[in-house]
Each structure stands twice: as structure tokens, then as C-alpha cells.
């Protein structure tokens, strides 16, 4: 049953048509004219609102001035009422006859929000009756469908606030753990600058982009530095890096790469840091480190993801003071770039065996070389040979490679000052013009002195 608030109004015609309504089943309520009736309107709730609020436009002469067309725009600029229709009856005066300031009415009732005017003759046949409840119907019909309209906006609201709401909490969970895998990543030493002036600090923070500090420096002694980058594509990655130093004073140096993206990837990168960590500790020979390592991630993973590496252990030559030997092993990796200073001239440290977590029991060859004074070697993941520009043209590990010897000739030409790291990430950078990471980068460095 439909609600109609009405004005009291004795014009017979106007009485004539809440005698129609009632007897067509809806429910009339009348009101005077007086603050009652728009206080009983904005103050009920929005489920005792009525469905159409009927109004005379040409009032009783004890009504106040304009009182109806005050009513129907105080309803319409009422956020809580603004939907509820409102129609103007202009009734003919007693003697039958429609006033003259009925044009004036409908302009008057349009203006300030009403949803129709109605000039209503006497009710003297059926056609002007079904008129007249054709047009009650078709407002409260508007009513019904703005109703269903702001409830589904209503709700979609609620259901985009507790999507904020949630999209807000996985937020702040990606940053914890973001947070908790970088600290996955082998600590660093402070940067010079930290034991420098004020000034000097201020100088260094004001250099161009292309001097600006990317990576980190993770060991350092007379005669080796070992610098590193990590930069996921994602907010969580699947690259990882590491530098050990032993008991020994061997040092291990690991860079690693799990396959996909997102939080498996992460994941997994934890599991093989804790699996890696503790293999390293049992065990001295790369190829045997790796070994085991794979066994023991493949009872681990079973989601079908893999782990590519390359793991070397440095140690000094007793015989031959600031030599390293270095011994190495890769699974599935990029081969690492070397630059022999000696011939002065770069190759690549080729032994190599399947990812991890692939087949149980494989074999990982284990190559070894003698790092000298100026020698460098370039670990690196697959994230920068497969970086884009956007002509989508994708870098390579051949561009890589000359890239790594144009920065080890100017290093030796005292043309480069400071990580060539940090010039190697600003190439790749200008490389790529801005288009996003499609995979984790990863970069590690091994200098000797």
C-alpha cells in the first residue's frame, strides 16, 4: 500500500481526487498548512517516508504565501527527502473555471523541484481519472526506481569502502613483508659518507641522477669489495642475493632467481635462503653445496617453481698475498661476466647445471679461477638482459657484456668515479626510457684491488 501525505484543502475538486485515490487503495494522510508538515516529512525515517507528497499549487486563503512550492524545494534539497516525488494539483476555483495563474503554477511547481503539474478539471468522466492515477503512478513508479537506484549505489559504496578497507590491509601486509624480505638480503656497510662533514654530505646529496647511490657495498677488505642491487619488479620479488664470510675467512658469494612472481616467489625465496644458508655451512665445494641444496628443495617445493643460482667461495691464496681463488658453480643461470685484467679482456664462467628443485640427485660441475688485482666479476639475474624500452626491444646479455667493459675501461682510465654499479643501473635505465620492470633484478659485483 502506498503512502501519500497531502495539504488540507477543502476545494471540492481537490477533495473529489483523495476520495479517488482512497478508494483506489492508497493511503492518504492530511496534514495543514503549517511547519507540521515539513517537520513531519525530514524528520521521519527513510522508511516512514511517504511515497508522494500531494500538493495544491493555487492554496486556501489561510494557507501562507508560497507555502507548497517552500515545501516541495526545502524536500528537494534535502538529502534524506530528495527523492520523494512531488505533485502539484491546480484545482479549479468554485466557480469551475481554471485560474489564470495556472501557466504561472506550472512554471512556478517545475522550478522548485516538482515532478509534475497536474490542472485538474472536475472529475466527471473515467478518462480524466485514469489521467490523473496514470500520472500518480508514473511518480511514485520514479520514486520506487531512484529508491532501488540509491540503494544499489548505497551498496556498491559499502562494498568499494570494505574493498579499500582490505585492499588498505594487504597494503600494509606487502610492506611487512617486503620489509621482512629485504631484510632476506646480506647486511651492508655504511656508506662513506656517514664519517663526513655536514657539508660534504649536503654536497654529495645534491649530484646528478647518474652519481646518485644505488647499490651497496657488503664486504670490503684491502684487497676485495663485493657491492650488490636488488630492484623487484613487483612489490614482492623472486630474486636474492647474498655474501657470507665464513669462519675461515673464505667468503661466499650467491645470487639466486625463483621463477614467477608475487608471493610464491617471495616464499620461496625465504625457504631457499634458510635451506641455503645452512647447506653453506655444512659443506665447502660449490658444485657440493649445490648438490644438496637441490635435494633438499625439491621435498620443500612442490608448487612446480625452480630456483636458478650461481654460488661461489672465495678464499686467499696463502702463497700469492691479495690472490683469491675463487671456486663456482651455477644452476640454471646466467653465466657471469669476468674481466681478466691481466689479458684485460672479458669472458664468461661457464660451468652449469639444471635449476634447482628440478631432479633429485643431479650433478653440478664446479669451474675455479684466480682473481687478481683489477679483475671483476659480474653476477647478475636474467631481470636485466630482459629488460625493454618501449619499442620493446629487449637489452640481451651481448649489449650487457659491453656495457660491463665500457665501464671497467673507464674505470681504468680514472674517467668513473665511485660504484660502477651505480653507472651500470643508470644505463640500463636510459636503456629502458621508463618502461616498467618486467622481472626482479638482481646484480652482484666482486672487484679486486
Not at 57 to 76: I, Q, T
Not at 390 to 398: A, I, K, S, V
Request: with cysteine; hydrophobic share 35%; net charge negative.
Amino acid at each position: 500500500m502506498f503512502k501519500i501525505l497531502v495539504n488540507e484543502d477543502p476545494n471540492p475538486v481537490f477533495q473529489s481526487v483523495i476520495s479517488l485515490l482512497r478508494g483506489k487503495g492508497y493511503l492518504l494522510e492530511e496534514m495543514p498548512y503549517s511547519a507540521e508538515l515539513l517537520a513531519k516529512i525530514v524528520e521521519t525515517t527513510t522508511l516512514a517516508h511517504p511515497d508522494l507528497v500531494l500538493l495544491t499549487s493555487n492554496l486556501p486563503e489561510n494557507a501562507p504565501e508560497n507555502y507548497g512550492f517552500k515545501v516541495c524545494k526545502h524536500l528537494k534539497n534535502h538529502p534524506q527527502t530528495e527523492n520523494i516525488p512531488v505533485v502539484f494539483l491546480s484545482c479549479p476555483e468554485k466557480n469551475g473555471k481554471t485560474p489564470d495563474a495556472s501557466a504561472k503554477h506550472t512554471v512556478e511547481g517545475f522550478e522548485c523541484g516538482a515532478n509534475d503539474v497536474i490542472h485538474t478539471p472536475p472529475m466527471s468522466g473515467p478518462e480524466q481519472e485514469h489521467e490523473l492515477l496514470a500520472r500518480i503512478q508514473a511518480a511514485i513508479r520514479t520514486k520506487m526506481h531512484l529508491s532501488k537506484s540509491k540503494a544499489l549505489a548505497d551498496q556498491l559504496n559499502r562494498m568499494n569502502n570494505e574493498l579499500y578497507e582490505r585492499n588498505l590491509a594487504v597494503e600494509k601486509e606487502l610492506y611487512t613483508t617486503r620489509q621482512l624480505q629485504q631484510s632476506l638480503l646480506p647486511p651492508f656497510l655504511p656508506d662513506e659518507a656517514v664519517e663526513k662533514s655536514e657539508q660534504q654530505q649536503m654536497a654529495e646529496l645534491a649530484q646528478t641522477a647518474a652519481e646518485m647511490k644505488f647499490s651497496k657495498c657488503h664486504f670490503k677488505n684491502d684487497h676485495v669489495k663485493i657491492s650488490g642491487v636488488y630492484l623487484p619488479c613487483d612489490a614482492l620479488g623472486g630474486d636474492l642475493y647474498d655474501v657470507i664470510q665464513f669462519g675461515d675467512q673464505s667468503i661466499g658469494v650467491s645470487i639466486a632467481d625463483v621463477s614467477g612472481h608475487g608471493v610464491p616467489a617471495a616464499f620461496i625465496t625465504a625457504i631457499f635462503k634458510a635451506s641455503f644458508y645452512r647447506t653453506t655451512h655444512n659443506y665447502i665445494l660449490p658444485g657440493d653445496v649445490l648438490y644438496h641444496l637441490n635435494n633438499e628443495l625439491i621435498n620443500i617445493i612442490k608448487t612446480g617453481q625452480y630456483v636458478t643460482t650461481v654460488y661461489s667461495r672465495l678464499s686467499e691464496d696463502e702463497q700469492n698475498q691479495g690472490q683469491y681463488k675463487m671456486q663456482f658453480s651455477g644452476a640454471g643461470h646466467p653465466y657471469p661476466f669476468y674481466y681478466r685484467a691481466e689479458t684485460d679482456s672479458i669472458e664468461r664462467l661457464q660451468e652449469n647445471g639444471t635449476p634447482l628443485a628440478w631432479f633429485k640427485g643431479m650433478d653440478y660441475p664446479m669451474g675455479e679461477i684466480t682473481l687478481k688485482k683489477g679483475d671483476k666479476v659480474l653476477m647478475f639475474s636474467d631481470g636485466i638482459s630482459e629488460m625493454k624500452n618501449t619499442r620493446n626491444d629487449m637489452y640481451g646479455e651481448e649489449a650487457l657484456g659491453s656495457l660491463f667493459q665500457r665501464l671497467v675501461e673507464a674505470l681504468n682510465a680514472g674517467t668513473l668515479s665511485g660504484n660502477m654499479l651505480d653507472y651500470l643501473l643508470q644505463e640500463l635505465s636510459d636503456f629502458t626510457e621508463g618502461h616498467p620492470l618486467d622481472d626482479d633484478v638482481s646484480v652482484v659485483l666482486i672487484e679486486m684491488s
